[in-house]
């Protein structure tokens, strides 16, 4: 193993349980503060952060959007920050004290998501194989969700809504790392700036909205001031050392393998919220089990069926080209950023 690649796989693996750590985090600043509001916060401070990157790395110019798609770019920058944020961590809130373990979970689904994703905008349709793991994954998630009660969603029809708005944020995020080929001349620290700034607009007026209206409540100095250490780790931590380790890591090793390190997610959640005192059942355990064994099993059907088209009658490059196109937004979906 080169040095490169085994530097590659540390900054995912780094990245990956930083995103894992971001669920049980929340966990406690949500006693404190809404998902809206918080959101504002934590992208300011991370936002502020990735501009004086942009800057010092490709200077003023770089802020120059002239005949750039501007309102694509707010679009997704909404749908990434805001979208996501405020889904799922409202998703998790309104779940309670599992709520970390679920959301966390329910990441592993992206790579997936982005299969279906793909599949409608760009009409390029999942290998048939790809089929079995995401199914295979859904129930891993249904066990999680439920703890092995599956009659509990029957039972239970009212915790649809949080779940399902976690999986609409997860979704949110697909959409967002989609985006990123639509700006091929875009760096990636670029992209991650002026979508961030774009899509910080959104979020404070839907906030101001739902402040002014009653919806959430203002928070107190008090409540700012207990939730500085959350802040601290969700922006720094988690959003600019997460994003950026995880982009370098993926350029070392290659998209195909970093994703296998969406495992870490919910692995460090699970340690995490269990030194919390919110120890998963043994179900939700099998779960997580059965959605990382989707995952790898499904990079690893990636791998032998782009072997198998790339055969003497066609060069290697366009004999891959089938699979790459399906295995891309898979890939990308694995940047929980966050």
């Known amino acids: 193993m080169t040095s490169k ?25 949500l006693k404190h503060i809404d998902p809206f509001t918080f959101t504002c916060l934590r992208y300011t401070i991370a936002g502020v952060a990735f501009l004086a990157l942009l800057l010092t790395l490709e200077g003023k110019s770089a802020l120059n959007l002239k005949g750039e798609r501007v309102g694509l770019a ?9 979208g996501f944020q405020f889904l799922v961590f409202l998703g998790q809130k309104l779940v309670g004290p599992d709520g970390a373990l679920i959301a966390s979970i329910m990441m592993v689904l992206q790579p997936l998501l982005g299969f279906l ?4 905008v760009r009409k390029v349709a999942p290998p048939r194989g790809a089929f079995v793991f995401i199914a295979m994954s859904l129930v891993g998630v249904l066990l999680v969700i439920t703890n092995g009660h599956l009659g509990v969603l029957v039972q239970r029809p009212q915790a649809y809504g949080a779940d399902g708005l976690i ?19 875009w760096s990636p620290v670029k992209y991650t700036t002026v979508t961030t700034g774009l899509g910080l607009t959104s979020t404070y007026v839907i906030t101001a909205a739902l402040l002014a209206f009653g919806a959430v ?8 001031v207990t939730i500085l250490p959350h802040l601290a780790y969700m922006s720094i931590a988690a959003g600019v050392i997460g994003v950026l380790f995880w982009n370098l890591g993926n350029k070392a090793i290659g998209p195909l393998n970093g994703v296998l390190f969406m495992d870490v997610v919910p692995i460090t959640a699970f340690t995490i919220s269990a030194f919390q005192g919110n120890r998963p059942g043994a179900m939700q355990l099998i ?8 995952l790898v099993l499904n990079n690893m059907y990636l791998r032998r069926r782009q072997a ?10 366009e004999a891959a080209k089938p699979v790459a196109e399906a295995a891309k937004p898979a890939a990308a979906a694995g940047a929980v950023a966050r």
């Open 167 to 185: 999986i609409l944020g997860a979704l949110c995020w697909v959409i967002y790392t989609m985006g990123g080929s639509f700006y091929p001349n």
């Open 5 to 29: 690649y085994s530097r590659g796989v540390l900054l995912c693996v780094i990245a990956a349980a930083s995103w894992g750590g971001m669920f049980p985090v929340m966990t406690g600043a």
């Open 217 to 224: 409540k203002m928070p107190t100095g008090h409540d700012v």
């Open 287 to 294: 779960g997580a089990l059965i959605s990382a064994i989707a």
């Open 308 to 317: 198998s088209l790339a055969g003497p009658a066609k060069p290697a490059a």
């Open 74 to 82: 707010w679009f997704l920058g909404t749908s990434g920050f805001a």
């Open 117 to 120: 994703t793909n599949w409608v």
